[in-house]
Structures are given as C-alpha cells and as structure tokens.
C-alpha cells in the first residue's frame, strides 16, 4: 500500500460551497404558489366542465382520444418504440427513475452484507 | 464559529433557530460529505444533486435522529447510500440501452482540470472505478478518509470483518491494476 499516492480530489467549482447552503435552505421550504396553481387549474377545469355541460357539450363520436389512448396505440401498433417513448418525454430521467422504482428493489436492499458486491 | 453537534441538534430542535441550526449543520458537513459523495460518483453535477438530497433527507428525519452514533456519521451514512443508489440506478439503466454511465465517469476524468497531466492520479482514480461500487466505498473511507472499522460498521451497517476483507481485496487489486504497467 506504500506504493500508492493519496488520491486527489476532485475539486468542486469556485464559490460552490458558498452557494449550497442557500440553495439547500430553499428547496427545504414549502412552496406556497404550487398550492396556488392547483387551486387556479382546479377551478379553471370546473368552469370549463360547467360551460360544457350548460352548452350540451361536446357529442360523443367527436370527441378526440387523450393523449395516453393515442401512445398506446402507436405501442401496440409498433409504430413506436420504448426510445421514441423517452424521447418525447419532458423528463425522460424521471420516467426511468420512476420505471426502475417499480420493477427494481429498494436502497435499503443495497447494504445486504452477504453480496459478493463486498469482495 | 465553531459550534458542536450537540449544539447544532439543540438549534435544530428549537422551533425559533431551526434554520440557523440547519445551516450550521450544512456549513460544517457540506465539504465531508460532498467529496464522500464525488469520490464515488465522479461527476460534480451528479454529486450536487446527491449532496442536497442527503442534506434534505436530514432536514426531514433530524427529528428522528436519536444521537446514538455522530452526526458525521449518520451524514455519511445517508450520503453513501445515496451514491450507492444512484450508480446502482446508472447500471440498470445502461440494460435500458441508454447511456453507459461507467464510460461517462472514465471520460470525466480524462478531461478534468484538477487532475490534467498527471497520469498517476487519473490511473489511480481509473483504477478505482473498475472496483464494485461498495469495495470501492471501503478503500476510500479507509484510505482517503483514514476512518476506523468501527466507524466505518455504523456508517455502512456492516461488520469489521467484511470491511477489512473487502479493503484488502480493493487494495490488492488497485494495486494490481495501478502497478501493471
């Protein structure tokens, strides 16, 4: 082992260790205009709903397939693949994170000592 | 100023100086736990994101922290699983055909200024990575660190025995690796 350096680390940017306490201190705070949205979204779908239904509302046979029905067509039909998929999406990390969560087992399970993962 | 844990945990239970002690907490454990982190995800983008996460879960659990081991190590304890977690995340995704995310970190170190022309220390750090992620772990708390088996068992939960059979294991083949040319 008195071969072997000490290892040098990798710094961070100037000024980061300045930042991040901010920048952590504010992500710990609840945002109060997120609940604000949701009340303003909530209440623009009501009024949209009540001006449909006051109006006779839209007839069944026009009435365009959600966007989710029409992927899945495109996926069944082969049209589309899992890479076309992720590429359309805003966050295509989330949705791996959120695919990995369920189908893979949870952080506790990586501390299982008996794994050859040790050695 | 130089506060102690059991003074930072007393700010932090106090309803009126809970953010000022959250704050000394970050201020004193942002460097530790940050190149814990970066050692082992190699990319600093990656090791912010993971440092603000460990330092939120502690926000939201630091009412359940009992005081039975340190802070450092409780931190530590939560930074690690973090890395541990997200590599873990990298390598399923990499079956998802997405990005090999092993490459990206090789790559990084190839072009990080820090370490620009010296071949030993990117040889070093190249060698590293070819460890699993968890033997990779042990060499650096005990190495780069230099913490004992026993505070390395509370941060990892795992016994003596193991970590020091998994050092030497990381050792011989670092040195195996760093020594073969």
Do not use: C
Request: proline letters at 3%.
């Amino acid at each position: 082992m008195n071969k072997l350096p000490k290892i040098k680390d990798l710094q961070a940017p100037d000024g980061y260790f300045d930042r991040l306490p901010d920048d952590i201190l504010a992500k710990t705070k609840p945002n109060n205009s997120v609940s604000w949205t949701k009340y303003a979204a909530a209440a623009a779908i009501l009024i949209g709903l009540g001006l449909t239904w006051q109006f006779g509302g839209i007839p069944f046979e026009e009435q365009p397939i959600s966007l989710d029905e029409e992927a899945h067509l495109y996926i069944e039909s082969q049209i589309w693949t899992a890479e076309d998929i992720l590429s359309f999406a805003d966050d295509p990390n989330a949705l791996l994170d959120q695919i990995i969560e369920e189908e893979m087992p949870t952080s506790e399970e990586l501390w299982a000592e008996d794994e050859s993962n040790w050695f | 100023m130089n506060l102690t844990d059991q003074q930072i945990l007393e700010q932090i239970r106090s309803p009126f100086t809970r953010e000022i002690g959250f704050r000394q907490l970050i201020e004193t454990y942002q460097r530790k736990v940050y190149h814990v982190i970066r050692r082992m995800v190699i990319i600093h983008e990656d090791a912010d994101d993971l440092t603000q996460n460990t330092f939120i879960k502690a926000y939201r659990y630091l009412d359940k922290f009992e005081g039975n081991s340190s802070l450092f190590t409780w931190l530590y304890r939560i930074a690690t699983n973090e890395a541990l977690s997200f590599l873990e995340k990298k390598k399923k995704r990499f079956f998802l055909s997405i990005d090999d995310h092993q490459e990206k970190m090789e790559s990084h170190l190839d072009h990080h200024g820090n370490l620009n022309g010296d071949e030993i220390q990117v040889r070093l750090q190249k060698a590293l990575l070819k460890l699993p992620e968890k033997q990779r772990l042990v060499f650096h708390l005990k190495y780069q660190e230099e913490l004992t088996y026993e505070q390395m068992a509370e941060i990892t939960g795992t016994s003596v025995g193991a970590l020091k059979a998994s050092y030497h294991h990381a050792v011989k083949k670092v040195e195996q690796y760093v020594l073969s040319e």
